[in-house]
């Protein structure tokens, strides 16, 4: 018997050797094939970005490539299975064979989910073409809340279309439909639904993030003790990037119900200074003090005509006399803010000096008796004399 003859007339579990034969080459052409297809979609992308007028036809067919070679995969296997399922009449005298029920079914059951997983795996991707569109769209309006939305709704339809594909694969490996499978869940289902409660209370906190809008992206807050411009609001967490780097996670359940400043939004920014003077700066100095403040900050850089900047002699510290400088600065530019600053020390140190007028540092005075202020008087009584000193 040649090897053409034995595989055309041996069998295993019913179905002759050649026909698995038959199903590897399928297989093995579905591969190629969508490895061919892959790389089609992905060089045509590439050159369609290139000319920029059609970039979202680009991006359209560069989503497409990995779903297509899994399609095309499940096109072959379903052909190679075809192969397998059909009855094959031997010479006179011998059996036909065919495919168990039970491998048939669970064959035909494993291609469809193929192109289950493939059409919802497309779909999945081309949600990046919406996505597309959807920055564009929030590119040109002024207010970042697009900017928030625009991550939401691509989450929220990636998220849809998972479920809805998941739901209906179980349906076609079980063969229920998804009101049996939710009835047949029971206590399993309260249980899921018990541990999703976390879930559902970070969702409902970022549609509150949305509706009261007390931060947007790319506004610096403070939450919880941490500093930085947000970077990303998602379902579950808002992500912070903190001024020393760090990226901060805060479950949005969290930051719906805590105090946040939002740095970003201030209209200008205040600086209070306490300026010290020495316990022996005559009255004249402290008033020439006083001036030379009010000189540096007179129609000073930053100034709105509504917050005119206020110069006191309002306490005696401890060890000092004080004088309260008050400004706010517009726009909220931090490090303009803090140059403006630099800018007003310097003038401050150098003024006082050429008046000399000494700043005031932790000191402690200690005064004696019997001086010229404060003489020593003692009185002793010693057998009914008194002495005086």
Known sequence: MGAIEFFKTTDFMHIVLWRYG??????????VAGRIAMFVLNRTSLRLKKMGRTEALGLMLGCLGGPAALALFAVALRAGLALLKAKVEKEPGMFTLEVPAGIEGAATTAVEVLFAIAIAYAVYRLVDVIDHFL????????????????PLLRKSMRITIVIVAA???VQLVYGKTIGELLVGLGVGGLAIALA?????????????????????VGDRIVIGGHDGPVEEVGFRSTKIRTLEGHLVTVPNAEAANTII???GRRPYIR?????????DTPPEKVRRALEIVKELLANHEGLNEEFPPRVFFNDFNDASLNILMLYWYHPPDYWAFLAFNEKVNMELLERFNAEGIDFAFPTQTIYLANDEKRQLALRMLEQGTDFHG
């Open 135 to 150: 920055r564009k769209w929030a590119a040109r309006t002024e207010t970042a809340i697009d900017d928030m939305l625009a």
């Open 196 to 216: 999703g409660q976390d879930m559902i209370r970070n969702f409902f906190g970022s549609v509150m993030i949305l509706l009261d809008k007390p931060f947007q």
């Open 167 to 169: 739901m209906f694969i």
């Open 261 to 263: 400043q939002n740095i």
């Open 271 to 279: 600086r209070l200074s306490n300026i010290t003077i020495t316990y």
């Open 22 to 31: 038959a199903l590897l080459a399928w297989i093995f052409v579905g591969l």
